[in-house]
């Protein structure tokens, strides 16, 4: 479902928007950003995101956009792709 994708991507941004606008907060609660990941189950097919949840009350921020970076570029990346494609994609699990 890109709309689905689109919209966790969007939330994703703007929680880093949030992040980098507050640059004087050392640490953050990452409960957001592991309910933007949860919405995420089911979109991509064969995809399990679990692996991606953070749980901390507390992450450093530095480490925290890191996460949210490297997430925005997947979902940017695959729905480039799927888009191009015509059709969904499969990538695997970050879980081995």
């Known amino acids: 479902d890109m709309r689905r994708i689109r919209a966790v991507a969007a939330s994703l941004r703007s929680i880093r928007d949030r992040v980098r606008e507050f640059d004087d907060d050392e640490t953050w609660d990452t409960v957001a950003f592991d309910n933007a990941v949860g919405l995420l189950e089911g979109a991509i097919e064969d995809t399990d995101f679990s692996g991606y949840l953070l749980e901390l009350a507390e992450m450093p921020a530095r480490g925290f956009l890191v996460h949210l970076d490297s997430l925005i570029a997947f979902l940017d990346v695959y729905e ?5 494609s015509g059709g969904i994609l499969n990538f695997p699990s970050r879980k081995g």
């Open 80 to 84: 480039k792709e799927a888009e191009g």
